[in-house]
């Protein structure tokens, strides 16, 4: 018993110490973005699990794609549905962008 309640205290200090993933969840929150993305659930779009798994070692790579650089690599075909999306990130700064980024690569 002790044992579960120290990994749910841990767990909760590194999500609060993650701070750049906090804005990130804040930022994909309020983009509309949990719409089509569930955590591991693939619902019209991937699951963020999936798109971390995808972007694993990529961030970088991530960050163009999310400010409409890049090409889709996890569901191509789908792209079509993404891409009007790119446009509610215009307005975000890097850092935002790489909050954001940081928050998806978290779902690992
Ligand atoms: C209307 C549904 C919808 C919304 C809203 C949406 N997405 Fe997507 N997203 C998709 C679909 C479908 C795909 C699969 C196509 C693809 O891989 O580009 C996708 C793919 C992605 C990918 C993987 C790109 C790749 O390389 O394949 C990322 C990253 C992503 N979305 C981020 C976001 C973010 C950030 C937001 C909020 C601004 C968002 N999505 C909002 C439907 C959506």
Do not use: R, W
Not at 18 to 29: C, I, L, N, S, T
Request: glycine letters at 8%.
């Amino acid at each position: 018993m002790k044992k579960v309640v120290m990994a749910v205290v841990m767990g909760a200090v590194i999500s609060v110490g993650g701070a750049f993933a906090a804005d990130g969840k804040a930022v994909f929150q309020s983009k509309g973005c949990t719409a089509c993305h569930n955590p591991t659930v693939d619902t019209v779009g991937p699951s963020l699990k999936k798109i971390a798994k995808a972007y694993a070692g990529k961030e970088q790579q991530l960050i163009e794609f999310l400010k409409g650089h890049g090409k889709a690599i996890v569901d191509p075909a789908k792209f079509p549905i993404m891409q009007p999306q790119l446009n509610q990130l215009k307005s975000l700064s890097d850092a935002e962008l790489k909050a954001l980024a940081e928050f998806i690569l978290s779902h690992k």
